[in-house]
């Protein structure tokens, strides 16, 4: 089955600097990659997805890129702000619907 | 729209009683995922139901766990009898085309 790699595990950044969160995937037949937030309490919230055909989506200060030949995505949160703060988790899947999760990256925006 | 709803949100029992969680889904998604999560193991699929019909479920741990979707907006994930180790945060999600959209969770505590 698929297995998908998370890192890091903890991010800690001060308020309007960039995070990135990066992850592998190992089955290369993987063509959906979202990105999902979660915040204490609560659950994971999809914040920005991408597909095998496209190499990099933005949305406002999100940004994915996905390099399908490394077989490795990332997640570009620019200007960040306290409400940042959060478990993030990357996910992979190569079917229309079973996702494989990343272990999380605990975000920390220190103000 | 009131998103995927989930109930109760927190459940503390004994080890050997049944648990029952239950899950309504988005209004005209016709897929419903029952996920568990744990520190241990992160977020796991248990169960995956397309048209009120489960599709995969080889994610349910044992035969103590047991899914049923009666109808479109509706479902419930048991577990009898329960113990310590079913521990965990229990999410539902629904989908509609490509997205999953989460409930709020459930916090189950066995004693």
């Known amino acids: 089955g698929e297995n998908v790699e998370q890192h890091p595990s903890t991010l800690s950044v001060q308020e309007g600097d960039s995070a990135v969160i990066k992850c592998t995937y190992s089955d290369s037949a993987s063509n959906y990659f979202p990105w999902y937030k979660q915040e204490l309490g609560k659950g994971p919230q999809l914040i920005i997805d991408i597909r095998s055909n496209v190499g990099e989506k933005k949305d406002q200060r999100i940004a994915v890129t996905l390099n399908k030949t490394a077989k490795h995505f990332s997640l570009h949160i620019t200007e960040t702000q306290p409400e940042d703060s959060a478990v993030y988790f990357c996910a992979a899947s190569d079917n229309d619907y079973k996702l494989s999760f990343g272990a999380g990256t605990t975000v920390t925006v220190r103000a | 729209d009131a998103g995927v709803i989930q109930s109760p949100r927190h459940e503390v029992t004994e080890m050997g009683q049944e648990v029952t969680l239950r899950c309504k889904p988005i209004?005209?998604?016709?897929?419903l995922f029952w996920y568990r999560q744990t520190m241990m193991r992160g977020l796991e699929l248990l169960i995956y139901f397309n048209n009120n019909v489960p599709i995969d479920d080889s994610g349910m741990p044992e035969d103590r766990f047991s899914a049923k979707m009666p109808n479109a907006s509706f479902s419930t994930l048991k577990i009898q009898p329960s113990e310590p180790r079913d521990s965990a945060v229990y999410f539902c999600?629904?989908?509609?085309?490509?997205?999953?959209?989460f409930g709020p969770g459930t916090r189950l505590t066995v004693t």
């Open positions: 999600a629904s989908r509609g085309s490509y997205e999953q959209y």
């Open positions: 209004s005209g998604h016709n897929s």
